[in-house]
């Protein structure tokens, strides 16, 4: 499976996860970003940087300096989650070892929920 066919429903995948778990306001989505790294590109290969970021009202910001814990904390098995559905079609287990003790109850009931659907 060609990987570039699949991103827009990781993408996507992400977004309503996100949108159907996090109980919170402050954060409308969240995507994962890519820049291409130009200081080390070779004819033969090009390498990315990859990013967590967060959207707000049109904003877009690195999760890594603006988020609480409990917000990566949920961030992490929902990329994973999105990441499964496209690329994992005859896998019937998915492991997820995020810890959630840093997430609120209504959070840990949001993944829950998102789990089973």
Not at 21 to 42: F, L, Q
């Amino acid at each position: 499976v060609p990987i570039g066919s699949d991103i827009g429903s990781v993408d996507l995948g992400i977004r309503d996860l996100w949108r159907t778990t996090y109980c919170g306001s402050d954060i409308d989505a969240i995507e994962i970003r890519s820049d291409a790294d130009e200081e080390n590109v070779s004819k033969a290969r090009r390498t990315y940087n990859y990013r967590v970021v967060m959207l707000k009202s049109g904003s877009v910001m690195d999760m890594r300096n603006c988020c609480s814990t409990g917000q990566k904390v949920l961030a992490s098995p929902i990329i994973r989650l999105a990441f499964a559905e496209p690329f994992c079609l005859d896998c019937c287990i998915l492991a997820l070892d995020e810890p959630t003790t840093n997430l609120d109850f209504e959070n840990i009931d949001g993944l829950a929920q998102a789990l089973i659907e």
